[in-house]
């Protein structure tokens, strides 16, 4: 079930010109498509050592198959820490309203908490603007939001203090959040369907690139190719959310955005569909 009913979404992608259409807006939600991408920890020596020696199998007995284990898997361990949000680190926040382009904030980490600060900022700024200061009820949508991106802010967001905190939905039994993950999965509660396999199968614009990928950019600092991935997962997810709802994928207000983006990549930008 919707917590506000389908009907809400067939509404205009605008903002209200006429005071009844100001009014349609403080009713209708605001749907925040959301993704994120995280980086490994910056762990001391000391840390990762204990961290990889954690892992060593029960079977390894002698110092040397452990030692030999701890230095072929050192650098995988590392890289599993971006799937932990107490030990990894929050790379970037893609994110858009409604219809709207995605906004993508990178974290500045040589600001240390100040960079992890200043992205929970953008996001409660956007957040407060699209809700016109709280009066329109906010909708967080991603895929896998519920087991990933949404703990991983929400902690971050109380690890500093922040406001952002009493905003994301952290109520495992909560309605103020819609996962993809968990819609397709339907009545098998074990399935795990990535976002592009979901959007292949429903024949929508399917992301860029791979998340696979994802930990092989970020060591070739390859930040263009990382900001690109993430904003179209967001335009992804807001297409396979439309699929699910049962309303055609449409994308009125980033149609400017697309033409600049086949302008810049046009051998790794798939084709809309209309």
């Keep these: 079930g919707w917590p506000f009913g389908d009907h809400l979404l067939k509404w205009p992608h605008h903002r209200g010109r006429n005071p009844r259409q100001d009014e349609t807006m403080r009713t209708k939600p605001a749907i925040l498509y959301i993704d994120i991408e995280t980086a490994p920890g910056a762990l001391s020596e000391d840390d990762l050592d204990a961290r990889v020696r954690a892992k060593v199998p029960k079977n390894y007995k002698s110092p040397e198959a452990v030692a030999k284990w701890m230095a072929a898997n050192r650098a995988d361990v590392l890289d599993r820490t971006a799937l932990d949000s ?11 309203f409604d219809g709207e382009h995605p906004r ?3 974290v500045d980490h040589d600001a240390g908490a100040f960079g992890e600060v200043a992205a929970l900022d953008a996001l409660r700024w956007d957040i407060e603007h699209a809700t016109r200061a709280g009066q329109r009820t906010l909708i967080w949508v991603g895929h896998n939001v519920k087991g990933f991106d949404l703990p991983w802010l929400w902690r971050l967001a109380v690890k500093h203090g922040h406001d952002l905190a009493s905003l994301i939905p952290h109520d495992k039994w909560g309605r103020d959040a819609f996962d993809t993950m968990e819609a397709w999965a339907a009545t098998d509660y074990r399935s ?16 860029w690139g ?17 900001i690109r991935h993430l904003t179209e997962d967001v335009r992804t997810t807001r297409d ?12 009125p207000l980033d149609a400017l955005a697309r033409q600049l983006d086949l302008a810049h990549h046009p051998d790794t930008t798939p084709t809309p569909q209309d």
Excluded: C, N
């Design 86 to 96: 107490m030990a990894g680190r929050l790379w970037g926040l893609g994110w858009a």
């Design 240 to 251: 396979v959310f439309l699929r699910i709802k049962g309303l055609r994928p449409h994308r």
């Design 104 to 106: 993508v904030h990178v």
């Design 210 to 226: 791979s998340g696979s990928q994802v930990a092989e950019w970020y060591r070739a600092g390859d930040e263009d190719s990382m």
């Design 192 to 207: 795990k369907v990535g976002l592009d396999a979901v959007a292949r199968f429903l024949g929508v614009e399917s992301t």
